[in-house]
């Protein structure tokens, strides 16, 4: 039996992101999303019911400010007490895991697709979904893009405008494009 491509996005293999059934679900997503950004602060609350029930888990006290925006909402888990600044997207065509008390700036980027470097296969949607982590007070400044496959360790700290290319050892703070490591005082 062949595998479908949600079956091979969630295996980590390469797969065809111009998929019906994919398409299906990122719609479903943009629903939820929609919902999200439109409702009234006062009835969104945290956030919508809609996106809520979207994501694989939404810890206590977490808060997803709008506008924001992510591609499938079901690869999606934010600990307790975790923050979502606005304008923030997350394309999570692999697990994206945010730790307790972690803080997102406004308009961080996390994507875990990357796509193919042949120019035909990516011209046919051909792509692999790398998951993304970040642990527990965790700060990412405004702008920043943290790439596919990344690990950022509990305590880190990353610069406004950072795009994170590599994982992030836990209690070190990195800026800059590609992002490395502050020097120790």
């Not at 479908?4 to 998929?19: F, H, P, Q, T, V």
């Not at 609350?45 to 810890?59: H, I, N, R």
């Not at 934010?78 to 394309?91: D, F, K, P, S, T």
């Not at 406004?106 to 470097?117: D, F, G, L, S, T």
Request: proline share 7%; charged share 15%; with cysteine.
């Amino acid at each position: 039996m062949t595998a479908s491509e949600r079956e091979k996005m969630a295996a980590g293999l390469w797969y065809n992101c111009i998929d019906p059934e994919l398409d299906r679900l990122r719609i479903r997503a943009r629903e939820a999303v929609h919902s999200h950004n439109t409702m009234p602060p006062a009835q969104r609350g945290s956030a919508a019911p809609e996106l809520v029930q979207l994501f694989a888990g939404f810890g206590d006290g977490a808060f997803v400010e709008a506008p924001f925006h992510c591609g499938y909402g079901f690869n999606i888990t934010l600990g307790e007490r975790v923050y979502i600044n606005a304008g923030c997207v997350i394309l999570d065509s692999a697990p994206v895991v945010i730790g307790d008390g972690s803080m997102l700036g406004p308009a961080v980027q996390i994507y875990c697709a990357e796509h193919h470097k042949d120019t035909a296969q990516r011209a046919a949607g051909i792509e692999i979904a790398r998951p993304v982590t970040i642990g527990k007070d965790v700060w990412i400044g405004g702008a920043a893009v943290i790439l596919a496959g990344v690990t950022i360790g509990d305590g880190a700290i990353v610069g406004a405008g950072a795009v994170v290319t590599r994982d992030v050892p836990a209690g070190v703070t990195v800026v800059g494009n590609p992002a490395k490591p502050l020097p120790c005082p």
